[in-house]
């Protein structure tokens, strides 16, 4: 790539992983070389972008954390499942074991793409079905103090939380047919990192 004369234009070269992995599988690894002929300053920068897979396996720091999906039953507890129909309402379950006391703790919940949060703010006949003598409202709040609902996660959070098991409860609706994965539930503690968990990730299919 030349340039002439003085210049203030950008230009991009590209070089997808496919053909780095030719190189490597060529057992040619050529260095990345930028130089300079003539007068003048050049400005660059090397990026290499890469992506990872999430880790679909449990993990545990200090916290164990496990999540089941089951048909919403108002009477109590539903049928454990991870294929539902289409217009299903699907009672998620988060349950977390603390080995001692843990202080400002951030939970989130990714959500299979074929699944819609349902909203328990708004004055809707869903509100009053996910009322049960169970749990009084559509959520058990355990030591979770604040819930955020968005399209593709649930965000919990707890300033204090006392040694042993909680539970997070809330409804969604299945929207969409299809195949679907969810990475799994992180809890972890917002000053010390060391302490953290991680359920294993989930798929759930929608007919």
Do not use: C
Request: charged content about 25%.
């Amino acid at each position: 790539m030349a340039f002439e004369g003085r210049s203030t234009s950008a230009r991009q070269v590209v070089v997808p992983m496919r053909e780095l992995l030719e190189h490597v599988a060529a057992g040619v690894s050529p260095p990345l070389t930028i130089s300079r002929q003539g007068t003048g300053t050049v400005h660059y920068t090397a990026r290499l972008q890469t992506f990872l897979p999430d880790d679909t396996a449990a993990l545990d720091r200090g916290f164990r954390v496990e999540r089941s999906y089951e048909l919403f039953s108002p009477n109590g507890k539903g049928t454990v499942a991870t294929t539902f129909a289409a217009g299903d309402v699907v009672r998620v379950r988060v349950r977390v074991t603390l080995r001692g006391e843990g202080q400002y703790l951030a939970l989130t919940d990714p959500l299979p793409a074929g699944f819609e949060a349902i909203d328990e703010h708004f004055e809707t006949t869903e509100r009053d079905r996910s009322r049960s003598p169970y749990e009084g409202w559509w959520w058990t709040f355990g030591s979770f103090e604040h819930v955020e609902k968005h399209d593709d996660k649930v965000l919990a959070y707890a300033t204090r939380m006392s040694s042993g098991t909680h539970e997070l409860t809330y409804l969604v609706r299945a929207m969409t047919a299809g195949t679907f994965s969810a990475a799994g539930v992180t809890l972890e503690a917002m000053y010390t990192p060391e302490w953290t968990g991680r359920s294993a990730a989930a798929t759930v299919r929608i007919r």
